[in-house]
């Protein structure tokens, strides 16, 4: 008797308590109704939109092939063929994941948790709105941020902007360049007030109203909005970021030892802390992959590299006291590294081929002599070098050619060039003559930093035949280039068969 009444008790009080013992939360797979309640799911929401930096898709791998190797900066002789097609202009799978899928995923999985914190966060009581603004702002700032690369690679976007969690079928409807490039405008414009000039150092690499302004100059450029890209831009010159950057060596901007310096404006916070899978895990790798692709063969995969033309640009000029121009020694690897600056190639004399050259920046040759998949390097997004050069081509576009001389000369100073009007006198003579010469000192000072194809396809050396064929002049993977159909990529096939709102690029 004794016996079965403490067997019934025992199955009563599992039964009794079952809701609040066996029926526990997983706190690793929180549903959103018990989620988005305090401050500090608010804060965790936020930070997982910085996690996407370390995800293939985009900054840790694959965007670099995207807005690097696809420009005349880059190359691939990849033995992986249809990764290098895809740097070629060779698109036969549209949804080929590392070429394009993994890319256009990644970037949506970003802008969704944009969403989930702009639909959310503004119902969660804080003790101080200030901080409820600020974590609002960072993520109007990424979703822009994210929208502006997709309006870079394939441009005619569907703009989302809400989780649509409780329609899981939802297809949204086609976007254009247009509406992109409007979304992105507004989430910058209404995220500036909210965020600081500085953060703390504990914050250090939130986006701050330089890299909101930089952003905003970068989008309105792209447009030739010149006058609304000055103003952003003004910033720097006469707003509140008036003084707060500078430039610093050269070099200190590609390696580990300073970074976050005066030259930064944005910068990618990568660490080598977690060396394990990619992932969404806590302990899943934060490192750059950039340099285990990019780096010479038998060092690291060397599945991109850059155009010889850009060794033979900096060597066309020398600098005040007659030496080479000294950002070639740190932009790329070359044949006659050694012989001019001394510096042999991860610990290697040259052993590659005569005309080969590799993207140095963002390796780590300083101190080791191959590269793995956890580089610690940041990725300096913006430095200042890049506003200077900026505000010198919204300068000259507003025909004020004579006052945007001094902001390229500024640039050429640091590496010991001669002034714009001493070495190339009839660039300050007028506007077309002026922006042919800053393609070039862009190339020189940001080769290898993900500017180029924003580059081409604002100047619009892609928009016609004749244009194409100059730049195929240096880089013959544009001889595959077809006009009006390889300015954009195609979106990836599953999405068009999936959404019957939406529609492949034109000649896909």
């Given at each position: ?259 976050n310096n005066a030259e930064s404006i944005f910068e990618i916070q990568f660490s080598d802390a977690n060396k ?233």
């Amino acid at each position: 008797m004794k016996k079965s009444l403490l067997v019934i008790l025992i199955v009563l009080s599992l039964t009794s308590c079952s809701k609040s013992v066996l029926d526990q939360l997983n706190p690793n797979a929180m549903p959103v109704s018990q989620f988005w309640k305090t401050e500090d799911d608010a804060q965790k929401g936020v930070n997982a939109i910085y996690a996407m930096f370390y995800q293939n898709g985009g900054w840790n791998r694959w965007i670099y092939f995207r807005l690097d190797l696809t420009s005349d900066e880059g190359m691939s002789k990849s033995p992986w063929v249809e990764l290098a097609d895809w740097t070629r202009f060779n698109y036969v799978n549209y949804n080929f994941f590392e070429g394009n899928g993994n890319t256009w995923k990644d970037t949506y999985k970003a802008i969704f948790r944009a969403n989930q914190v702009l639909k959310f966060v503004p119902d969660i009581p804080f003790a101080d709105e200030k901080k409820k603004a600020a974590i609002l702002a960072q993520a109007k700032f990424f979703r822009a941020f994210y929208y502006f690369y997709g309006a870079l690679l394939w441009e005619n976007m569907p703009v989302i902007t809400d989780p649509h969690l409780d329609d899981p079928g939802y297809t949204p409807p086609a976007g254009t360049l247009a509406d992109v490039w409007t979304q992105v405008e507004r989430d910058l414009n209404e995220a500036l007030p909210d965020l600081p000039v500085t953060w703390d150092n504990p914050n250090v690499g939130r986006p701050t109203k330089g890299a909101v302004n930089a952003y905003l100059a970068r989008m309105y450029m792209q447009q030739h909005k010149w006058a609304e890209a000055k103003t952003a831009l003004d910033y720097f010159f006469t707003g509140e970021g008036k003084g707060l950057y500078q430039m610093v060596d050269f070099k200190e901007n590609f390696r580990a030892t300073q970074e976050n310096n005066a030259e930064s404006i944005f910068e990618i916070q990568f660490s080598d802390a977690n060396k394990t899978g990619e992932g969404d895990g806590v302990n899943a790798n934060m490192g750059s992959n950039r340099t285990q692709f990019f780096a010479p063969r038998g060092i690291g995969w060397s599945d991109g590299q850059a155009r010889f033309w850009l060794v033979q640009e900096f060597k066309k000029e020398k600098t005040t006291d007659n030496q080479i121009d000294p950002r070639l020694r740190y932009s790329l690897f070359y044949p006659d590294q050694e012989k001019d600056f001394g510096d042999k190639i991860y610990g290697r004399s040259w052993e590659w081929g005569a005309d080969e050259a590799w993207f140095k920046k963002y390796s780590r040759d300083y101190y080791r002599n191959n590269e793995d998949y956890y580089s610690e390097v940041n990725n300096r997004l913006v430095r200042y070098a890049d506003i200077l050069l900026m505000y010198a081509e919204v300068l000259n576009e507003l025909g004020q050619t004579v006052a945007a001389v001094p902001y390229v000369d500024q640039v050429r100073a640091r590496s010991k060039m001669a002034p714009l009007a001493t070495a190339y006198p009839a660039a300050v003579l007028s506007k077309d003559n002026f922006r042919d010469r800053l393609k070039m000192e862009r190339a020189l000072e940001l080769c290898g930093e993900s500017v180029r194809w924003a580059d081409l396809k604002r100047w619009g050396d892609l928009e016609s035949q004749q244009k194409v064929d100059v730049v195929a002049q240096r880089d013959p993977d544009f001889k595959n280039f077809t006009v009006g159909k390889h300015i954009r990529l195609p979106i990836p096939q599953t999405e068009v068969l999936n959404n019957p709102n939406l529609k492949q690029n034109a000649g896909y």
